[in-house]
């Protein structure tokens, strides 16, 4: 059973930072590809990060620069610093992990993928 569990959202002002953790159990972040996504509606939904099974990491053109996807083997989390916040990061943001069979890539994630329930970042 895969249980992803984010922490870390909250309200900033402009210009500030939070950093967003997911805890992951019955599934190894070491080894898989880990995503976060967001979502303000009625947009639709848009992966902001990806951490790849090597480690290596990329960031959406619109965050690239501000924040910085990583993970932590032992503690089997992964995290989401994000810096400079705009009012336009406002949106609930989600924890992903691939299927493994699936391929790992920044994009849409439409299906193949287990979903924690979100954390809201507010921005104002």
């Known amino acids: 059973h895969v249980q992803l569990v984010e922490s870390g959202g909250g309200s900033v002002e402009a210009g500030g930072s939070l950093r967003l953790s997911c805890t992951a159990s019955?599934?190894?972040?070491?080894?898989?590809?880990m995503g976060w996504f967001r979502q303000a509606p009625p947009k639709e939904r848009e992966q902001v990060a990806i951490?790849?099974?090597?480690?290596?990491?990329s960031h959406w053109h619109s965050v690239k620069g501000r924040f910085t996807n990583s993970r932590d083997n032992a503690e089997n989390m992964i995290y989401l610093q994000m810096n400079n916040l705009k009012p336009e990061d406002t949106a609930m943001y989600y924890c992903?992990?691939?299927?493994?069979?699936?391929?790992?890539?920044?994009?849409?994630?439409?299906?193949?993928?287990?979903w924690g329930q979100g954390t809201q970042v507010t921005v104002s």
């Open positions: 992903a992990a691939r299927f493994s069979d699936y391929r790992c890539y920044l994009g849409s994630w439409s299906s193949g993928a287990y």
């Open positions: 019955g599934y190894s972040v070491s080894t898989n590809c």
């Open positions: 951490i790849y099974p090597d480690g290596t990491t």
